[in-house]
């Protein structure tokens, strides 16, 4: 009863995206607009400007900065969310969690006792996870010059810790973080660009601003690689700790 | 019309694409189901968006040493990253919501949680 | 007259076309074998060599580029990493107790 | 860029969409859709986006994948 109003809502909504779709400029015309403005500019500019010559690198950091702080408080305030629903209150779905029949069990139960994991997954993780380091960490630090940066690479090591807690179990991974650290961990993207923001202040008058004098260029690119670092180690917290809690709770 | 639409065959997808998920939004009842609609949905935003800055032979925005152009336009890119990295940050928070409606009602499916109220 | 250019073109195509006919070999594996258990056999045995055979093919495609290095580390990561992955999902539907498929006994 | 491989991924895509939403194992429909996001990632690679293509490989294919799976353990398999 309820399909048939889905597809007919589906195909209504389809007819006026394809009429729409129909009058756009033909896929890959050198003179559409998208191509006449801003980003022509930023093709021409962009390298001498933004000081990356991955212009995607460029716009993300340097033009549209403050899109890519915004962008950042976004995930750390998502985790801020799940670790606010998963803890708080849970004591009221205690006398609820059963109340189907469903005994939930624990982790203890759900491996076997004497084979936690199978030895060769164990040793194969081992084996990658250095070089799956050392990828992210080429990602990142490379990340103005070649395709990848901050975010890429901050979502390699998150899956990396995710891999590792999965095969090596939560008691050896959590130690990897000290929880003095962990906070700040999960805060650098944000604080990073607080940081930087501050000192292209103090240098340009203009919060995130970027120095263009070439005198200053060392500087702009230190500002940079900065932001990377602190995106990719806050993003891999942050993508690490949701998925900590989600599965503990 | 049949000839611009086949000339924009990227955005002819990614509309397809949008409307598959947002068949599965309304008619699936699971909510897990429904989340992985709406990805469906924004992953076809995301496609059509990458497709505007597409350019004929276009090499990707990267200025190294003998690159030479035409460039892909890196301002719909940017963006796009920007939201892919928005969307897995609701997913994850719409996933909490949803581990947390289990455990309290025992159930996900949508129809059985209105009856609940 | 067969120059050194044609035989790496042939080598290349004979990889490449090798590599390919495994990867249809393990799809086909996947849609017709009975039960679990021999499906990820199919997929991962045929998908580990051919990926490996076009990987090949790539590095004689390439030459001797720095580039190939990629390639071979590349290659090196498949040849790890997939038949773990067979391994994995095999031992996890074993210990949930799936049960092989038997050919019934008349 | 040759038009058959694009419509071959296209359809690719489209197929993928189809079988997340027809299936009833949401194990299985997280699996497809994991797919459908390593195809994403080629088509964006091959428009000359390879940031873009990095990013749904690592975050949309990868990190979304694993959450989904763990929210399926944690609530139910099938779909009624």
Known sequence: MRRPIAISLAFLAAVPLLAGVAGLPVHGDPSAPVHTHVSARYIEHGVEEAGASNLVTGVLLNYRGLDAAGEVTVIFTALIAVLAVLTVASTRDADASNHDGRVRRSDADRRHPDHPVSPIVHFV???????????????????????????????????LFIAL??????????????????????????????????????????????????SLRIVRDLMLIALEVGIALGGAAVLAMIFLQMEAS | MLTALWHNIDYVASVVLFCIGLYVVIAKNNLIK????????????????????????GQPPIMT????????????????????????????????????????????????????? | MIGVGDIRFATIVVLAAAGAAFFLLGTVGLLRLPDFFSRVHAATKCDTVGAGLLLTALIVLNGAEPSTAKIIVLAGLVLLSSPTTGHALARAAHRTGLVPWHAEEE | MSLTFDIFLLLYLIAAALVVARAKDLLAASIVFSSYGLALCLLWQYRGAPDVAMTEAAVGAGITTVLFLVAIGRTTRREK
């Open chain 2, 65 to 117: 040493g003998d690159a030479h152009g035409p460039f892909a336009s890196p301002l719909p890119q940017t963006l796009v990253l920007t939201g892919i990295v928005v969307a897995v940050s609701t997913t994850a928070l719409a996933l909490t919501l949803i581990i947390r409606v289990y455990r309290r009602f025992g159930t996900i499916e949508a129809d059985e949680l209105r009856e609940l109220e």
């Open chain 2, 34 to 57: 429904k989340f992985l609609g709406l990805n469906i949905m924004e992953t076809a935003v995301f496609a059509f968006i990458i497709a505007l800055g597409v350019i004929e032979d």
């Open chain 1, 165 to 214: 807690t999965m095969v090596l179990g939560k008691e050896r991974t959590r130690p990897l973080v000290r929880p003095v650290l962990a906070p700040w961990m999960q805060g650098a993207a944000v604080l990073t660009f607080a940081a930087v923001g501050a000192v292209g202040a103090l240098l340009t008058g203009v919060y995130l601003g970027f120095p263009v004098d070439p």
């Open chain 1, 125 to 159: 993780v081992r084996l990658i996870a250095p070089f799956t380091a050392l990828y992210a960490a080429y990602v990142i630090l490379h990340g103005h010059v070649t395709p990848g940066g901050g975010f890429q690479g901050g979502a390699i090591l998150g899956g």
